[in-house]
């Protein structure tokens, strides 16, 4: 879901939270939330475009669809952690967010026999007993967004694109938007070709 998440302090020994990954090449991450869309279209899409991306996805959102996942796995995408069920963790007590956290954990492994490195909270809503929970089942970083695609429209959380920024789209579709999701990938496409940056994989570079 929408809105931008903001940088906390820095936190010692805790995994990372952050918007923008430093580096000087001028390249961007697509990563694509949630999973409620599943439509083979968006796959194809992006097989044909060798687009690579990131999908944070919740189990609530997938709603058993693990199938379409595994075909996105297996054409390159990288499946990470986004709760069981997309709740606004910091009104949670500290177990409710480990059941949130650590068993989506046990989900990914259950469905892909690899659980995930990097976590990010629904909303971009986080608290230090979030960061502490995700560290306990293996999560390395929290990344967020920096700016979010929509069917036509780009949203910047600093008006602009910057190396390194993390591009936040959703799998949905006509039910959700007033577009495709065929139309958000092109939408992000052209905004990044216009301006000069090429899409790299995010697990590369953290
Ligand atoms: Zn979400």
Not at 12 to 38: A, C, K, N
Not at 95 to 110: K, S
Not at 180 to 185: E, G, I, P, T, V
Not at 188 to 204: I, S
Request: proline share 6%; with cysteine.
């Amino acid at each position: 879901a929408g809105g931008f998440g903001v940088n906390g302090p820095r936190t010692r020994g805790l995994p990372p939270v952050f918007t923008r990954v430093p580096t000087r090449d001028r390249v961007v991450f697509l990563t694509i939330d949630d999973g409620v869309d599943q439509d083979p279209a968006t796959l194809r899409m992006l097989r044909e475009l060798h687009v690579p991306y990131t999908a944070f996805l919740s189990d609530d959102a997938v709603d058993g669809g693990w199938e379409y996942f595994r075909a996105a796995h297996e054409q390159g995408a990288a499946l990470q952690n986004h709760t069981l069920l997309h709740r606004y963790l910091p009104g949670l007590s500290r177990a409710a967010q480990r059941h949130e956290i650590c068993g989506m954990q046990d989900t990914l492994r259950r469905h892909y026999g690899r659980a995930a490195t990097l976590f990010r909270p629904p909303y971009g809503s986080y608290n230090r007993d979030t960061l502490e929970v995700a560290r306990s089942c293996g999560i390395r970083a929290v990344p967020l967004w920096e700016a979010e695609v929509f069917p036509g429209r780009v949203v910047y959380r600093d008006s602009d694109l910057h190396p390194g920024d993390l591009v936040l789209t959703h799998f949905q579709g006509r039910a959700q938007w007033n577009g495709s999701m065929a139309d958000a990938l092109r939408t992000f496409l052209r905004t990044v070709t216009e301006k000069g940056y090429a899409v790299a994989r995010l697990e590369d570079y953290i």
